[in-house]
């Protein structure tokens, strides 16, 4: 089955309950793999306040010495390494993958359900930060290493460990034992991998994909821009909506997720880009929009430009219609959710501190150049990127702009209520 590739492994399912995010990812899995495999559901508890409450901790307390509490989590992100490894090259202690292997290895799919019920800052802080350390190479850049043979490899992938070597220094043989029979590393075809992991730590594999559920109310926690700029948040109920009328017989399906292979946009996967393949269209269209939000809390930076570019790659828009539907989708996943405030957080820099309740707002202002900049799709409808028509229309699924749905939807709720919010 042929996958789209998600521009980044950590996604947002935000939405009312009960529209079926977490079956969503259910089925995600399966599309792609088998869900005794490749698919692991973790309820989040309110109590979680730190990483270990995910990833495990070191016990000293039983008789044999210190060994290691492995959760289900950390031994499924093992168990994603697993359907690595055979198509492995190990070469002085790195980890290799040969051309065409990438297409049988299959996606694995973390679901954290009910993600905000405890402060996603703290028991989720290690993750994030090591997420932004995954890096890809290409042979070209591996030139610059001159301990190994590049030519002989596709790529190359590195990322920092979630745990680090120095942990299994503090475990005795007893304890090593005893966490490698609960990662599932027994027998001497994994040596070579129980190895990797105590001299260089279990860091994130590729291929796995951590999708949590969000629900906002009175029993959950907010996000901070810290959380939101490293995920793809998607309001589920406008990218996946519940049609009450397709119950029995759903006209659309979505489309198929995989993991990406890229870590940074380049101008040479840029070139496969039918519609941008310099990328000026779209680093003028966020040069645009981040004029209305420069100064503010709600700033872009290098990140939001190159995650914007890796969406471009992944879409390859053939022309500007499709090109605009990636920037708006890009608006809905990466820029509108960083922005919520009270009338004061939001006026507009054009309006005077003692007209701050005039209808002229940030919000307003961004609307201006979002209109002209989405000048193709803002009244009239675009290609859905994440879905499809079902079962045999050729066809493409067309819907709303639906940053300009949004856009109008939080307007009116900083009007009616004095605060706005992306959050449904």
């Known amino acids: 089955m042929e996958l789209t590739p998600l521009p980044k492994p950590f996604i947002l399912l935000a939405g009312i309950s009960g529209t079926g995010k977490t079956r969503f990812i259910r089925e995600q899995a399966k599309s792609s793999g088998d869900l005794e495999q490749t698919y692991c559901l973790v309820s989040v508890r309110p109590d979680w306040h730190e990483p270990s409450d995910l990833l495990g901790y070191i016990s000293r307390l039983g008789k044999s010495g210190a060994e290691y509490i492995a959760?289900?989590?950390?031994?499924?992100?093992?168990?994603?390494?697993?359907?690595?490894?055979?198509?492995i090259v190990d070469s002085d202690g790195d980890?290799?993958?040969?051309?065409?292997?990438?297409?049988?290895?299959?996606?694995?799919?973390?679901?954290?359900?009910?993600?905000?019920?405890?402060?996603?800052?703290?028991?989720?802080?290690?993750?994030?930060?090591?997420?932004?350390?995954?890096?890809?190479?290409?042979?070209?850049?591996?030139?610059?290493?001159?301990?190994?043979?590049?030519?002989?490899?596709?790529?190359?992938?590195?990322?920092?460990?979630?745990?680090?070597?120095?942990?299994?220094?503090q475990?005795?043989?007893?304890?090593?034992?005893?966490?490698?029979?609960?990662?599932?590393?027994?027998?001497?075809?994994?040596?070579?991998?129980?190895?990797?992991?105590?001299?260089?730590?279990?860091?994130?594999?590729?291929?796995?994909?951590?999708?949590?559920?969000?629900n906002m109310d009175e029993t959950t926690h907010g996000f901070s821009r810290?959380?939101?700029?490293?995920?793809?948040?998607?309001?589920?109920?406008?990218?996946?909506?519940?049609?009450?009328?397709?119950?029995?017989?759903?006209?659309?399906?979505?489309?198929?997720?995989?993991?990406?292979?890229?870590?940074?946009?380049?101008?040479?996967?840029?070139?496969?880009?039918?519609?941008?393949p310099d990328g000026e269209k779209s680093i003028n269209f966020l040069s645009e929009i981040n004029s209305i939000l420069k100064g503010t809390p709600f700033e872009l930076a290098y990140r939001a430009l190159n995650e914007l570019l890796l969406s471009v790659i992944c879409t390859a828009p053939e022309n500007d219609t499709q090109l605009q539907a990636t920037w708006d989708d890009f608006l809905m996943?990466?820029?509108?959710?960083?922005?919520?405030?009270?009338?004061?957080k939001l006026a507009s820099k054009d309006v005077d501190e003692h007209e701050i309740y005039n209808e002229q707002t940030l919000l307003s202002d961004l609307e201006k150049v979002i209109r002209q900049q989405l000048n193709g799709i803002w009244d009239t409808q675009r290609q859905d990127l994440l879905?499809?028509?079902?079962?045999?229309?050729?066809?493409?699924?067309?819907?709303?702009?639906?940053?300009?749905?949004?856009?109008?939807?939080?307007?009116?709720?900083?009007?009616?209520?004095?605060?706005?919010?992306?959050?449904p």
């Open 71 to 87: 959760t289900d989590v950390l031994k499924f992100i093992v168990q994603a390494w697993l359907e690595i490894i055979d198509d």
């Open 95 to 169: 980890l290799y993958w040969e051309g065409g292997v990438l297409e049988s290895i299959r996606p694995f799919w973390l679901c954290l359900d009910e993600m905000n019920l405890a402060p996603v800052e703290q028991y989720f802080a290690d993750y994030l930060s090591v997420m932004e350390t995954r890096t890809w190479y290409t042979p070209e850049e591996l030139e610059e290493f001159n301990d190994t043979n590049s030519t002989s490899f596709d790529y190359y992938y590195d990322c920092d460990p979630l745990l680090k070597p120095t942990l299994f220094e």
């Open 171 to 214: 475990l005795e043989e007893a304890g090593k034992d005893k966490l490698r029979r609960d990662l599932g590393l027994e027998g001497s075809k994994y040596d070579n991998i129980w190895r990797y992991f105590q001299t260089n730590g279990i860091s994130l594999p590729f291929n796995l994909i951590v999708a949590g559920t969000v």
């Open 226 to 276: 810290k959380v939101i700029d490293r995920a793809l948040t998607i309001d589920f109920g406008m990218f996946y909506p519940n049609d009450f009328l397709q119950y029995f017989e759903p006209q659309t399906k979505p489309l198929a997720l995989g993991y990406p292979t890229l870590s940074r946009a380049s101008l040479d996967a840029l070139k496969n880009t039918p519609s941008d």
């Open 333 to 344: 996943c990466k820029i509108l959710p960083r922005i919520e405030g009270d009338a004061d």
């Open 387 to 423: 879905r499809e028509s079902s079962p045999d229309s050729s066809e493409p699924l067309l819907v709303p702009c639906r940053s300009k749905g949004k856009l109008e939807w939080m307007q009116g709720r900083l009007q009616s209520n004095g605060f706005a919010s992306f959050w």
